[in-house]
């Protein structure tokens, strides 16, 4: 199935707290900590068996989030950054 038709089965009723899903891919994330601001950055390669020989492998998408320190009595408010490469099958929410 297409990632664009997988799309139109996105139901904001369901999984209400998910921002981001990427269940199509392979790669990592990196998370950078500290007292004002937690940053995490997904990257998403090609599909290992797809891999050239020698080199790095492509990167299919990447994208990133931030939460600024917050006082308690105003909650966290995540920061959605710019998704680069082709969107990913499970969506990303504003």
């Known amino acids: ?17 998910l ?3 990427d269940a199509d891919a392979h790669g990592c994330f990196t998370m950078r900590v500290n007292a ?5 950055e997904f990257i998403t390669i090609q599909t290992p068996v797809e891999l050239p ?4 492998a492509p990167v299919r998408r990447r994208v990133r989030f931030s939460v600024d320190a917050w006082i308690n009595n105003e909650g966290p408010v995540l920061k ?4 680069k ?8 929410r504003s």
Request: proline share 7%; hydrophobic share 30%.
């Open 1 to 17: 199935m297409p990632a664009n038709d997988a799309a139109r089965f996105d139901n904001d009723a369901v999984n209400r707290h």
């Open 19 to 21: 921002i981001y899903t």
């Open 36 to 40: 004002d601001r937690c940053e995490v």
């Open 53 to 56: 020989a020698e080199g790095e």
């Open 80 to 83: 959605t950054g710019e998704l």
């Open 85 to 92: 490469g082709e969107p990913p099958i499970g969506g990303l």
